[in-house]
């Protein structure tokens, strides 16, 4: 039996921006080997797939083509827009159970929607031997938390011009690496970030909502501001709004359908 898909930019101004997702609603969880299968097909840096509970509540996991993650994102995002466009959930909260606990997402009056998601703050660590030569640049800050390595550096400009060593990032005993710094655009962003994750098969994530989980409250702390800006300064690039509220973060953003199908199979 085909099963029918969705493939969403999320955290996007407009179509082609931000981080594409692809969405599946299941009936029941398929065995593990065939969403694995299915994410890997479909090539996105997240596939996120959902399963009914009752009323506006889903079980949602989350694959990359290499591996399930225990949180993510703009996957989530994408995930309660095809909810809401499509009339599933008819008001404007949706809630999922997930491995990283239960996430809200609530659909805002101007079309964005703002999810519920738990601060990661970074916690500082001694900077790892060679990271600054693999990474391509000189290191103001380096922390960790429980996903990623972070790393804030002293200028807009090298984080734009990064071009790390992936092959040895890989390597890294992380999901990923977070590179940060001040924002270069007042008006347009508080600060810059880019996400890149090869061991995770993501060697760079376009836009990523988990990372704002640390980012928020790095910047909030170091900025004394909130709400702030984000702006993720991969080749799609796209924003996301934080604020923080103790040991959560809100992140806000909009979202676009862009494709739409259906996928013929429905096992291994």
């Not at 981080?19 to 065995?31: C, D, F, I, R, T």
């Not at 509540?57 to 996957?75: I, M, Q, S």
């Not at 659909?107 to 999810?115: A, E, L, P, Q, V």
């Not at 990474?135 to 972070?150: K, V």
Request: glycine share 8%.
């Amino acid at each position: 039996m085909p099963l029918n898909f969705t493939q969403v930019d999320a955290f996007a101004d407009g179509p082609f921006t931000g981080n594409p997702a692809a969405v599946l609603v299941l009936s029941s969880w398929p065995e593990n080997a065939f969403l694995q299968a299915v994410a890997r097909e479909m090539n996105l840096s997240e596939t996120a797939f959902l399963v009914p509970i009752e009323g506006a509540e889903y079980n949602l996991r989350w694959f990359t083509p290499n591996t399930e993650v225990d949180l993510c994102g703009h996957a989530t995002l994408a995930s309660a827009h095809v909810l809401f466009d499509s009339g599933e959930v008819s008001g404007d909260e949706v809630s999922f159970e997930t491995k990283s606990g239960r996430l809200t997402v609530r659909r805002n009056g101007d079309g964005s929607m703002t999810m519920d998601f738990p601060a990661e703050p970074p916690v500082e660590r001694p900077i790892p031997t060679n990271l600054e030569t693999l990474l391509g640049a000189p290191i103001s800050w380096y922390g960790e938390n429980r996903m990623d390595a972070f790393v804030q550096v002293s200028e807009a400009g090298w984080v734009r011009s990064l071009d790390p060593d992936l092959n040895a990032l890989a390597r890294l005993p992380v999901r990923g690496l977070i590179v940060t710094a001040v924002g270069d655009r007042p008006g347009h962003h508080d600060f810059i970030s880019r996400f890149f994750a090869p061991q995770s098969g993501v060697p760079e994530d376009p836009v990523t909502g988990s990372a704002h989980c640390a980012l928020a409250p790095f910047w909030h702390r170091r900025l004394g501001a909130d709400p702030l800006v984000g702006f993720q300064a991969s080749l799609r690039g796209g924003r996301v709004t934080v604020h923080q509220q103790e040991d959560r973060v809100l992140l806000t953003g909009t979202a676009v359908t862009m494709i739409q199908g259906e996928l013929l199979v429905d096992r291994l």
